[in-house]
DNA sequence: TATTACATGTCGACC
DNA sequence: GGTCGACGTGTAATA
C-alpha cells in the first residue's frame, strides 16, 4: 500500500463530472491498484476515488503555460479503467510518499442480525400475529424466496416479507410474491404481511393500500422469547 | 489525519459482530475522530471502522494470560460511539505511526447528478417528448414527490420520473406515483414516462408493459441545449 | 430530530 | 456479462 500525502487538485470524468481544488490530502493505492483519495473528515468515503482495475499513468514534465514566467513543472496521475473513465491527480507539493508491505488479507468473519431475525420469527411466528402457524421459511417461488410463509386462526395463507429496515422496496417485493402465489389456486385466499423493526411511514400507506398490514418487532424482547410450542404453557 | 501501520486484530460488536483476525493493515484516523481500517486491496471500503461522533480509548497495559509466560504486553484501542457501538483494535506489532495536518477540505464539487438531470429536463421537456410543457417540478403526493408533472400536446397530463441510470425500481416508482395520481380524478387521463440517461432493458420492458413510455437523454447534449422558450425562434 | 431519496453507492450471489 | 437484494449502507436535504 502505497501513501501519499500532497497538496492535490482533482478531476473525476465517468459516470460523472466531479472536480476537487487544491488543498492537502492522503492518496492511497492499494496492491490492487486501487485509487482513493482522503481529506481529514468525513467518515470513511473517500471525496474521490478509481476502484481497480485500472491503470495509472504518471506524468512529470514541464508545460508551457503561456507566461513568461519560467514554465510550470506539473506531477500528475492518470487513473484510467476499462470503462473510459479517468481520475486525474495533480500533485502541487508531495509532502510524504511512503509503501507498505501488507500481504493479503484474511478478511472479515460477520455474524449477521437480519438472518437472525427470520430465524426468530419463523420460531416464534406469533410474535407477527396471534395465532400463526408456519407453514414453511424460505418458501420457493419462481422470482424468488418468501421469508415466511403461515396460516392463521381461521386457515388463510399469509406471506410474510420480513426486514432490518422496513422501506418501500420490501412491500414491494412482497407485493410480488403475493401475485406469484395468488396464480397458485389451491391455496385459496392469501394475505400479506409486512414486519420489520422499524416501518417507515411510506412503507406503511403503501402497505395499507396494498391489503397487507404492517408489523413492527423488537429484536431484544424477540431473542428472549421462547418458541411458540413452550409459550403455550 | 494519523495513519498507523500495524499488525492487528478488530473487534466490531454493535448492528452486528464482527471480527478480524491478525494481520498487517492501515489504521487511518482522520481529524473528525473517525477510525477506519484498510486491507491492501479491496475497493474504498474499510473492512472495519467507526464513524464520528466516537471517543477512543488507548489502552497500554501486562495482562497475566494464565500461562507461565511472561505476561503479554497488550495496546489496545477501544472506539465506542454514542449508540455503545465498539470497536476495539488490538494492535500486536506497529509498523509505523505518523500524523499529518492537513487542514479543511474546500469540498467537492460534482456535476451531472440526478438533481442536475432534473433541472435541465424541467427548463427543456421538449426534450423528453416534443410539445411537452411543465405544469410542476417536484409536484408532491403523499407517497412522496414526482420528478416533473406536465402536459402534452393534447393537454394530458404527463408524470415523468427522472433517473440517472433507468433500472426496474425507477419503474415501479413510475407506477406508484400514477397510481397516486388517478385517486384525483380531477387529472382526467395521466400518462407516464420514464427518463434517465441509460434505460436497462429489463426496464424497459416493465415500463412498456405498464403503458409507460421510455426515453433516453444524453447529458452533455441536454446541457447544451436552451430553455424551450429560446428555442421557440 | 426524523424522514426521504440519491449514490461514481459497494458488494455478493446467482444466472 | 447482467440482475437482484442487502448493507454496520452513508449522505445530504428537507420538514
Not at 414491494?172 to 385459496?188: A, F, N, P
Request: charged fraction near 30%.
Amino acid at each position: 500500500m502505497r501513501l501519499v500525502i500532497a497538496r492535490c487538485s482533482v478531476d473525476y470524468a465517468g459516470k460523472l463530472a466531479a472536480h476537487l481544488p487544491e488543498a492537502n490530502r492522503l492518496i492511497m493505492v492499494k496492491a490492487d491498484g486501487c485509487v482513493a483519495i482522503h481529506a481529514d473528515g468525513g467518515a470513511y468515503k473517500p471525496l474521490n476515488w478509481m476502484n481497480a482495475p485500472n491503470t495509472v499513468v504518471e506524468e512529470f514534465g514541464d508545460v508551457d503555460d503561456g507566461s513568461d514566467d519560467a514554465d510550470t513543472s506539473v506531477h500528475r496521475w492518470i487513473v484510467t479503467n476499462p470503462k473510459k473513465e479517468t481520475l486525474t491527480i495533480t500533485l502541487h507539493e508531495v509532502m510524504s510518499d511512503t509503501a507498505h508491505e501488507l500481504g493479503t488479507d484474511p478478511g472479515l468473519q460477520k455474524d449477521g442480525v437480519e438472518a437472525h431475525l427470520q430465524e426468530l420469527l419463523a420460531a416464534s411466528p406469533a410474535a407477527i400475529e396471534d395465532g400463526l402457524t408456519l407453514v414453511r421459511r424460505e418458501y420457493p417461488t419462481a422470482i424468488g424466496p418468501i421469508d415466511l410463509v403461515c396460516r392463521d386462526e381461521t386457515d388463510t395463507v399469509v406471506a410474510v416479507e420480513v426486514k432490518r429496515r422496513g422501506d418501500i422496496d420490501g412491500v414491494e417485493q412482497l407485493t410480488r410474491y403475493i401475485e406469484r402465489l395468488k396464480l397458485d389456486s389451491s391455496l385459496g385466499d392469501i394475505r400479506g404481511v409486512f414486519v420489520a423493526q422499524v416501518v417507515k411511514p411510506q412503507a406503511k400507506v403503501l402497505a395499507e393500500s396494498r391489503g397487507f398490514t404492517w408489523v413492527e418487532v423488537d429484536y431484544d424482547e424477540l431473542r428472549g422469547m421462547k418458541p411458540d410450542e413452550l409459550r403455550l404453557f
